[in-house]
């Protein structure tokens, strides 16, 4: 992600953007894991980076995110879902003040 | 302590009340629980978001048949509402909290207060397990600790074992900041954890023998909202402080001094923290009497003309302003259009629901407790919706309440119209009568099957139309379904028509049927507003 001023560029590395978005991943209650987003069958090729669990599309100025998560039996996966994505998003737009474009939640599977 | 109870193990039935009572102590503290929310994020909803599990939870307690009640089938009950209901993580917590307290009993019919503390460990651990990082400083390590704590506390009488796990709780609370730095940087304890201790308060309560609940409780704790008045830039400085007391809080005080120099005034007062925002042009006097009252520990002020400035919204319902007044009015409408139009003729709350959503007696009734006056008229403005609105006439206390008999919007319409807030009630009813009676309802929509009304043919998909809900004209094409009914209403003896377009219908289609109708009817008065209507492509008011 970039920040153009007048006194030249700001860079805000994927690899940066994917360690904010850990942080609210591990700390979201009822996910035990992230899944290594090789293992799924991908529509899309467009992978910036291969990090485990998330797949982030960075043009420069839109920001498009795919979690794949390991949820935990007995909770409420939309709930927890929905609690995951106001979390990155929250962290995303409060510490690197972006606004990213899509956040897409994905639960691979869930753990007994 | 009444002796019969001393010797009493938690059976379902125990059990039951203990949890009901446990949602009542959590829902009457449900604002300090939403202002104390600042971890993980500051969206103030933990008080909510527990509420609703445990809500949810009584629910399916509700609906337990009486030989049901076994304490395995109450632990289902509990388990499967709370993960239902769950919201946000506080939520989320919760349940899985409840759900391995549950794997804990191990099937017991019973729990002595030694089965109890078992049942607490496997609470833990669930809980625990259900996360990667578990933060301590929250609910987890009230969770925790009791588990621990809980073997020490175990004796006969299970009244004194949950008091002490009560007491205990609230210590734990209190510590909350020592291990969350978040916590420690706003001055408050753990909203969810403290959440967490109003449970087990209601489940001691419970068992020293309040056992009456009243899951309608009005929030304490809260030092009342203010009305939040419209922008503008006449204050340039958005100021917000927050206090730590150390003295007791004149609200009014507080209230009338910070009106006097600036607007938007919102002042919390909960659990020892002052909270201020205020539009100002003088933030320096602004923070000079925030301080009589104690601590500073957060602030901020902003220039609004700069771009960054978010303006605070709060939605008008419900938001609980001072005055008291006679009449309240809550409309039941479809539509932005509608809506806007109703709040322009003076509708206090319009609540979102018509033919193909009725708003649940739930909505209706919380509409009319959060309106403070004395009497209340509805307007269901739809059949379905008149049975529910009556129903709430018996679930409110302190208001009169009037359901209107309307079952079209535009009778609704023709109602708000004639009603006169500053005549009584009687000559407003005979009024309303005489208005709703004048008005003849259309209706065209889509059909969705295909039917035989009296001697019109229907074909699904056609435009039907409807007048005073009878079906008259059916047609593939809208315009001619609109002027067969409106041929059928008589409408070239009519004074005024008024016609409504829904979302679904385009500007342009709109405004060739008005003028059409123009031409059509010269000596009427002809209107057209957006109503902005779902499943309705046209509402039409005939008078």
């Known amino acids: ?112 | 302590m009444n002796k019969a109870l001393i010797m009493k193990n938690i059976d379902g039935k125990v059990l039951i009340s203990c949890f009901k009572k446990g949602t009542e102590v959590v829902l009457s503290h449900v604002d300090e629980l939403n202002a104390l929310n600042v971890f993980p994020v500051p969206d103030g909803d933990t008080g909510s978001n527990m509420a609703s599990a445990m809500l949810e939870a009584c629910k399916n307690l509700d609906a337990l048949e009486s030989n049901r009640r076994d304490l395995q089938s109450v632990l289902d009950a509990i388990e499967s509402g709370t993960l239902l209901g769950a919201r946000g993580n506080s939520g989320v917590i919760l349940s899985q909290i409840f759900r391995g307290f549950k794997q804990g009993t191990k099937g017991k019919k019973s729990l002595k207060s030694e089965d109890f503390a078992l049942a607490l460990k496997s609470a833990r651990e669930v809980a625990y397990n259900a996360v990667m990082k578990p933060v301590e400083g929250t609910m987890l390590t009230v969770v925790r600790v009791l588990s621990v704590d809980s073997e020490k506390y175990v004796t006969e009488d299970t009244a004194e074992f949950m008091e002490k796990l009560w007491k205990r709780s609230v210590q734990i609370v209190n510590d909350t900041p020592r291990y969350l730095k978040k916590l420690r940087d706003a001055g408050v304890v753990d909203s969810g954890a403290k959440g967490f201790s109003y449970i087990i308060e209601g489940f001691y309560r419970s068992l020293s023998g309040e056992t009456t609940v009243n899951l309608n409780v009005e929030n304490i704790g809260t030092s009342g909202i203010v009305k939040i008045s419209q922008e503008d830039l006449k204050y340039l400085y958005c100021t917000e402080v927050m206090v730590k007391t150390t003295r007791d809080v004149d609200i009014d005080e507080l209230r009338n001094y910070y009106s006097s120099i600036g607007d938007s005034l919102i002042l919390v007062n909960s659990g020892g923290i002052l909270k201020l925002h205020v539009h100002t042009n003088t933030p320096g006097l602004a923070i000079d009497k925030a301080l009589e009252y104690g601590e500073l520990y957060k602030s901020k002020i902003d220039n609004m003309k700069s771009q960054h400035h978010q303006i605070i919204n709060i939605e008008e319902n419900p938001v609980i302003s001072k005055e008291k007044k006679n009449y309240g009015i809550i409309v039941v409408a479809d539509g932005s259009g509608l809506e806007s139009i109703f709040k322009s003729l003076g509708v206090d709350i319009v609540i979102n629901g018509g033919q193909a959503s009725n708003p649940s007696t739930a909505q209706i009734k919380e509409s009319v407790e959060s309106l403070n006056a004395r009497n209340v008229l509805i307007f269901p403005n739809n059949a379905n919706i008149l049975m529910a609105a009556n129903s709430v006439k018996e679930m409110v206390n302190g208001k009169k309440i009037f359901v209107v008999n309307t079952s079209t919007i535009q009778q609704g319409l023709a109602g708000i119209f004639a009603f006169n807030s500053q005549m009584n009630l009687l000559e407003n009813e005979r009024n309303l009568k005489e208005a709703i009676s004048s008005v003849r309802s259309i209706e065209i929509t889509q059909a969705v099957r295909d039917s035989q009304v009296q001697d019109i043919n229907v074909k699904k998909d056609q435009y039907i139309g409807l007048l005073d809900g009878n079906l008259v004209a059916s047609s593939e094409a809208i315009d001619e379904t609109i002027f067969l009914t409106l041929e059928k209403a008589k409408v070239n003896e009519a004074e005024v028509i008024t016609v409504f377009y829904g979302k679904d219908v385009d500007e342009e289609d709109a405004n060739v049927i008005f003028k059409e109708i123009q031409i059509r009817y010269p000596s009427a008065d002809i209107e057209l507003y957006y109503g902005g209507q779902s499943y309705y492509h046209y509402l039409i008011s005939v008078e």
């Open chain 1, 1 to 112: 992600m970039k920040f153009s001023t007048k006194y030249g560029e700001v860079e805000v590395s994927s690899q940066a953007l994917k360690t904010l978005m850990r942080e609210a991943i591990v700390n979201s209650y009822g996910i035990v894991d992230l899944s290594n987003a090789s293992l799924i069958s991908t529509v899309t090729s467009l992978f910036s980076e291969t990090d485990r669990g998330i797949k982030l599309v960075d043009d420069g100025s839109n920001l498009k995110a795919d979690v794949y998560v390991v949820a935990e039996y007995g909770i409420n996966i939309p709930q927890v879902a929905f609690n995951m994505q106001d979390a990155i998003i929250y962290n995303l737009k409060t510490y690197a003040g972006i606004d990213p474009q899509e956040v897409n939640i994905h639960i691979v599977d869930v753990n007994f």
